[in-house]
């Protein structure tokens, strides 16, 4: 069974940059057919989608986090990072990795971890 754990810094400063690492076991991130992805949940608010990387490694982002957001991968690891910039306490949410085998279609999530950026 496939499972997936996200790790962080869990608080940072404004403006520095955040890395959030989703490990994966049971599956390969280079498996055919699903995609990798990052999605947020805002307090008091529904879920956000950040981005996702293929199954070849080809990322895509939410026009919103586009200029700020980069998704990679470490195969040996069966890792995939989220690195987010220019961050500020607005960020402040629970940060969930997820696997989906169609954009938006996602089976199998993280228990999130929890990003406080501080003023």
């Known amino acids: 069974q496939v499972q997936l754990r996200e790790s962080g810094p869990g608080l940072v400063k404004p403006s520095q940059p955040v890395s959030l690492t989703c490990s994966v076991s049971?599956?390969?991130?280079?498996?055919?057919?699903?995609?990798w992805s990052w999605i947020r949940q805002p307090p008091g608010k529904g879920l956000e989608w950040i981005g996702n990387?293929?199954?070849?490694?080809?990322?895509y982002y939410s026009l919103s986090f586009k200029s700020r957001t980069s998704i990679s991968s470490d195969a040996s690891k069966n890792h995939f990072t989220l690195q987010l910039n220019a961050v500020t306490p607005e960020d402040t949410d629970v940060y969930y990795c997820?696997?989906?085998?169609?954009?938006?279609?996602?089976?199998?999530w993280g228990e999130g971890t929890k990003v406080t950026v501080y003023s």
């Open positions: 049971g599956d390969s991130i280079t498996h055919d057919k699903y995609y």
């Open positions: 997820a696997r989906a085998r169609s954009l938006g279609k996602f089976e199998t």
């Open positions: 990387l293929d199954y070849t490694g080809i990322s």
